[in-house]
């Protein structure tokens, strides 16, 4: 023992002067502190004030929801555009894949998406109005046979038909029907916008397709971002896998049922081969909707013989279409059993309607594939 006082002495790597300049950063801090005054004690939690952040909380919610159900249509349409960009999204990766730059792909694959829906309407335009002039081009007609039939004077006799009608053909009720007439075409133009708005938000969202899907990824943690992307590249792969089988198996459907009606003479068959085709996307229903349209224009504008003829055909096809077409799609697609896309369809269905409908198939493929991979795992390490 020599008497002196022990010494620090300094830990190798660091030298006095770092020493030095963390107790002056100290100091600052210190000083940065005292400048602004010293913190107070933390707000007592007393009931009042844990009721009125928990009223806050309520209020907030409440006009949360009351925001969110006055623009659920435009966030359903943003929905279904995205939907669609990330179904033909496929197509522009395959365009690319064969030296296109981006955007040259993204007009292509628009250019052909508008040209199909252009094609839509004006093959289901000019029908309707050609149906339309000829009905009230033989209105007179109608209603000459209608005078001279025995059966309607029978009828008027009893229950004094002719009169109930006059007098329900008053002014207010003319007004009323120009009112539901005019809330019809606005209906209408309403479901035109909202189809346009619809393309051109796909549009976009093909556009920025990547730079979207990067930045979404950016908001998970970086210890699991690597596992979130691998993820989210397989759903997007089975929503767009789903999407091209689907348009697939419609268009097998349209052209199945545009050969079955020529040979058979059905009046009108591309538009109504197209509007099978529509139908058909619609999982579960959508071909039988199909057939039942289809199979009245045949009893209508044919023969007892061509609609039985169509009922045939499409129990045949539908047959054919459930058994063997779809499953060998589908299960090549998104590997999901009939069972848990019955059960999809129908709560989709019950959700968000026909939307729910398109949307169910790829949507049980997602839930399986988070399910298998995420939560089973946990609950084996539990």
């Not at 999982?283 to 909707?289: F, K």
């Not at 049980?364 to 084996?380: G, K, S, W």
Request: proline share 4%.
């Amino acid at each position: 023992m020599t008497g002196e006082e022990p010494t620090h002495p300094t830990a190798p790597g660091e030298p006095a002067e770092a020493l030095e300049e963390l107790a002056e950063a100290a100091e600052h801090a210190a000083e940065e502190v005292s400048r602004f005054g010293t913190p107070g004690k933390p707000f007592s939690r007393s009931p009042f004030l844990t009721g009125l952040v928990g009223g806050a909380g309520l209020i907030t919610a409440y006009v949360a929801y009351q925001a969110v159900v006055n623009v659920w249509s435009m966030l359903l349409l943003i929905f279904v555009a995205a939907f669609l960009a990330v179904g033909l999204n496929p197509a522009v990766v395959k365009l690319r894949a064969w030296g296109l730059n981006r955007g040259l792909a993204v007009a292509i694959v628009g250019l052909a998406m508008v040209l199909v829906f252009c094609g839509g309407i004006a093959a289901l335009i000019p029908p309707l109005v050609q149906q339309g002039d000829q009905v009230i081009g033989k209105f007179p007609d109608y209603l000459q046979q209608l005078t001279h039939n025995q059966w309607l004077h029978d009828l008027d006799k009893k229950y004094d038909i002719i009169t109930k009608v006059k007098e329900a053909a008053t002014a207010t009720n003319i007004s009323n029907l120009f009112g539901g007439v005019l809330g019809g075409v606005s209906t209408l133009f309403g479901t035109m916008f909202n189809a346009l708005m619809t393309v051109v938000l796909t549009f976009y969202f093909l556009a920025a397709f990547d730079r979207l899907k990067s930045g979404a990824y950016k908001l998970v943690p970086a210890s699991r971002r690597v596992r979130a992307e691998r993820l989210g590249d397989e759903i997007l792969a089975k929503v767009g896998g789903y999407m091209i089988g689907a348009i697939g198996i419609a268009a097998v459907a349209g052209v199945a049922s545009y050969i079955f009606m020529l040979i058979v003479g059905i009046p009108y068959a591309y538009a109504l081969a197209l509007l099978v085709a529509i139908l058909d996307l619609i999982p579960q229903v959508g071909a039988t909707l199909g057939a039942v349209i289809v199979c009245i224009v045949g009893f209508a504008a044919g023969s007892v013989g061509v609609g039985i003829a169509c009922v045939v055909f499409f129990v045949v096809y539908q047959q054919l279409e459930n058994w063997i077409i779809y499953p060998k799609v589908m299960n090549r697609a998104v590997a999901v059993t009939d069972l848990a896309a019955i059960i999809g369809v129908l709560v989709g269905v019950a959700l968000l309607g026909v939307v729910g409908a398109l949307i169910a198939v790829p949507a049980v493929a997602a839930m399986q594939l988070i399910i298998r991979e995420v939560a089973m795992p946990r609950q084996d390490q539990c």
